[in-house]
């Protein structure tokens, strides 16, 4: 019986996910606003009756893809430690951006939903959106304010910092997935994104164990 059970569980699992997927790639080609149930259901091959066996609406798979996006950030940044000797500063911030370079090419329907759909067109799809950048913001503040306490950070206002971080960010993804840059590219973005950065607030390079930091400031 258990193993029935989960025989049922996991073809549950399976089928929201390919009507995920399916719904993914609907709004990425059409856009949000112009896709329809219908639309999804056909990519995804299923009946409109089992569409609604998961979700209540277009609005429920939307909020979800994004959900499921966001997640997949938040679990690829790691938090930068500066007392580890084996793991520079620089190499940790690389790989980061690495990380969520990687992920929005590899995902780029979803990509191309966030940074190419029309505001306005539904209210809750701006408030989706306006939702995840906040999120994204917020995320990106906090990591700037360990990064100042760090001295890897530039003095600054981190929530000032972290608008015109992202709005860079939005630009760089906007174009390679317009441009169709391939997944590989992330590598050669990533040490851009790196280089612009350490123009700007980053001292990734610079940084030192805490303890000489310390020193520096007692000399003062």
Known sequence: MSTRKSRSESKKTER????LDAARDVFARKG????TIDDIVAQAGVARGTFYLYFDDKRAVFS????????QITAAIQRIVTDDSSRPVADQVRANIRAILGICLAERATTK???TDAAGVDPAFDRKLLAFYDSAVQ???EALKDGQALGIVADGEPRVLAYLS???LKELLHQAVTLGFAEETADVL?????SFLSRGYLRAAEAAPPSVRGRGRSRR
Request: no cysteine.
């Open 32 to 35: 949000y606003n112009p896709a």
């Open 139 to 141: 995320l990106l503040t």
């Open 16 to 19: 929201r996910r390919e009507i």
């Open 64 to 71: 979800e893809l994004i959900d499921r996006f966001a997640a």
């Open 166 to 168: 992202i709005g860079a």
């Open 190 to 194: 990533t040490q851009q994104m790196y």
């Open 113 to 115: 939903i966030l940074f």
